[in-house]
């Protein structure tokens, strides 16, 4: 049985301050390690010396995404006429993990386009990964592929958790693997311990938020302390990222993972 580790989202955890100071203020947490979506509104060195700073290790980005309401909001993986800037952002992306000692670079797959069928932008995603993980040879940086489910990411190109461990065995599990948040999970396909034991061979991150509100475990509809007994017994030992929106306040919501880590 493993010890179970969290890392704070910051686009999640302690947005009471800017962001910079987030780091800070998970450190004053208790958290070790950090993870957030998007590093580019802030250079490489800044982020490195803010975790350096605070004592933090950096667990993953994503790829860049396109702004709010654009078809790339969630990506560009799965885009037929979107290669070039998908290929730039993958380059940008594992630049950024590599000056910050990211282990995992999260490849966001993005929504079926208007008028693409759904098997010719699955192609795509396919024939994109298997190109990432060329890029990311010799990097030090894993792939992760995320699927999302059909009431907040309608359309997007991941639907099952099947899915996407179909497509890490294809493109290859020694560079790419899932990140299974059971959030999305729960929502989608439920019966969490056994779809997590069915692919955690493939898992090398997790994710936590409680459906239907996505605030902190223990606020929600999953069971939580059986789900987290199967994640430690099955030896996994990875670090599983707090992306939930707290209810009231983050500090005050961490009861649960003192729990969870006791």
Same mark, same amino acid.
């Given at each position: 049985m493993t010890t179970l580790r969290f890392d704070a989202n910051l686009k999640w955890l302690f947005t009471e301050h800017e962001f910079e100071a987030r780091f800070e203020a998970a450190a004053n947490a208790g958290f070790t390690a950090v993870e957030y979506a998007s590093p580019y509104a802030h250079t490489a060195a800044r982020l490195k010396r803010l975790l350096d700073d605070n004592g933090l290790a950096q667990i993953l980005v994503n790829t860049p995404m396109g702004p709010a309401g654009s078809p790339t909001r969630q990506g560009l993986a799965c885009i037929p006429d979107a290669v070039g800037e998908y290929r730039d952002g993958v380059l940008r992306g594992l630049e950024y993990a590599t000056a910050l000692g990211a282990p995992f670079l999260h490849v966001v797959g993005g929504l079926v386009p208007e008028g693409v069928s759904r098997d010719r932008a699955f192609a795509r995603y396919v024939a994109n990964l298997a190109w990432a993980a060329e890029q990311a040879r010799g990097t030090g940086v894993r792939l992760l592929l995320?699927? *999302?489910?059909? $009431? &907040?990411?309608? +359309?997007? %190109?991941?639907?099952? *958790? @099947?899915?996407? @461990?179909?497509v890490a065995e294809a493109v290859g599990p020694e560079r790419v693997g899932l990140l299974l948040d059971f959030y999305h999970a729960q929502i989608d396909e439920g019966d969490l311990i056994r779809t997590y034991l069915r692919f955690h061979e493939l898992v090398l991150h997790l994710q936590v938020a409680d459906p239907p509100s996505r605030?902190?475990? !223990?606020? !929600?509809?999953? !069971? /939580?302390? +059986?789900?987290?007994? @199967? %994640? @430690? $017994?099955?030896?996994? &030992? +990875? /670090?599983?990222g707090c992306e939930y929106r707290p209810k009231a306040g983050t500090v005050a919501g961490l009861g649960w993972m003192r729990e969870a880590t006791a």
């Open positions: 995320e699927a *999302q489910n059909k $009431r &907040d990411a309608p +359309g997007f %190109v991941l639907e099952t *958790q @099947a899915q996407a @461990a179909a605030h902190e475990p !223990g606020t !929600g509809e999953i !069971g /939580w302390s +059986g789900l987290f007994e @199967a %994640v @430690a $017994r099955s030896g996994y &030992d +990875g /670090w599983i």
